[in-house]
């Protein structure tokens, strides 16, 4: 009789051990990230976590994200940890801006063969993000498909909830003429753009993953993977003493994108943009582009990472407590009636 050979899990491209050793290896690392409203470590069917009893009326708060095409850039230079800081900031901002504190987080990790130098490379940068957020890593998910990616590459994807006291949540319904628009400043591109991006620098520009590019510091693979700026920490200060009336989260749309979902309609706001001071990699992308500043500001956040609508009169006191805490911060605009549909413009000065 012939025997017939076993063919295992293992021998379909598919590592189960692998991916539980690289886990236990990180689970140290995990815990740090942990406070004492999770009740359980990571390996379990789910995670748990309570609800901080100083709420009284809490509301949960949700968002899921991933990083986008800038993960070619992490494969074509082999640098795989920030990533995880970015799938982190996409989601955790995009609560803040409704006034809500990260409780926890969790990823998706997908790939065609799980590496052992690039996972714990990205998985640590997720847990880099959480601790900036302060917010618990609980849990998440290792997919090893093989042929369904490439074995060299790997997607992301996150969620994230929160919470808020329910008559604190900020929802730009209070926002009136003669507010005041505060931006914070970017971390360079963060994790919007990156289709345009490497069209533009690599088939147009033709430019090396690690070449230096006049006018920006550094290899241009170190600027196009900087992480996406998480602003939970210094925005919350901000919120629990200022009148917060609006937030926006500067990603996919650029500033006039974002900015109008938070403006009620009969208002609008006019954002004064200098092309020859935004960060060199927007002039970069720009003159590659041939774009001007309303197609930029459209698409990149142009140095503007996050954006605050706030009482005029607290304007100097909000940019003067963000300085303090270790951002760059500055009144970039103002609330006015609307003549038209039209809810922010952008002009070159």
């Not at 290792?142 to 329910?166: I, N, R």
């Not at 006049?214 to 170190?222: A, D, H």
């Not at 993977?225 to 996919?252: D, Q, S, W």
């Amino acid at each position: 009789m012939k025997t017939v050979k076993t063919i295992t899990y293992k021998d379909s491209g598919v590592d189960i051990a692998k991916a539980d050793r690289l886990i236990d290896k990180l689970k140290g690392r995990i815990k740090a990230t942990h406070n004492v409203n999770v009740l359980n470590m990571i390996g379990g069917f789910a995670a748990l976590t309570e609800v901080p009893k100083s709420y009284k009326n809490p509301v949960l708060v949700s968002s899921t994200d991933g990083v986008g095409t800038k993960l070619k850039v992490a494969f074509m230079s082999g640098k795989h940890d920030t990533v995880g800081i970015d799938l982190v900031g996409m989601s955790v901002n995009d609560i803040l801006t409704l006034g809500a504190k990260p409780l926890f987080f969790l990823d998706y990790y997908a790939c065609g063969k799980i590496d052992e130098n690039v996972y714990p490379q990205v998985i640590g940068g997720v847990v880099d993000g959480c601790l900036q957020a302060d917010c618990a890593l609980v849990g998440g998910e290792t997919a090893e498909m093989p042929s369904f990616y490439k074995d060299d590459e790997y997607d992301l994807a996150g969620f994230a909830v929160g919470v808020v006291e329910k008559g604190k949540i900020i929802d730009g319904s209070t926002i009136q003429a003669g507010d005041a628009v505060i931006g914070l400043r970017s971390n360079g591109l963060h994790s919007n753009g990156y289709s345009l991006v490497r069209k533009l620098l690599f088939d147009v520009k033709g430019f090396r993953i690690d070449e230096a590019v006049p006018g920006m510091p550094g290899k241009l693979y170190e600027e196009l993977l900087k992480p996406t700026r998480i602003y939970v920490k210094p925005v919350l200060e901000i919120v629990n003493r200022f009148t917060v009336k609006g937030m926006a989260h500067i990603t996919g749309g650029g500033l006039p994108g974002n900015i109008s979902r938070i403006i009620p309609d009969g208002l609008c706001t006019t954002l004064h943009v200098d092309p020859r001071k935004v960060p060199p990699i927007f002039q970069v992308l720009m003159e590659a582009g041939n774009l001007d500043i309303t197609e930029a500001c459209s698409t990149f956040n142009m140095g503007t990472g996050f954006v605050l609508i706030v009482n005029d009169r607290d304007a100097e006191d909000v940019v003067l407590s963000l300085t303090n805490s270790g951002e760059s911060a500055a009144r970039i605009g103002t609330i006015e009636q609307a003549a038209g549909d039209v809810k922010v413009t952008v002009v070159s000065d």
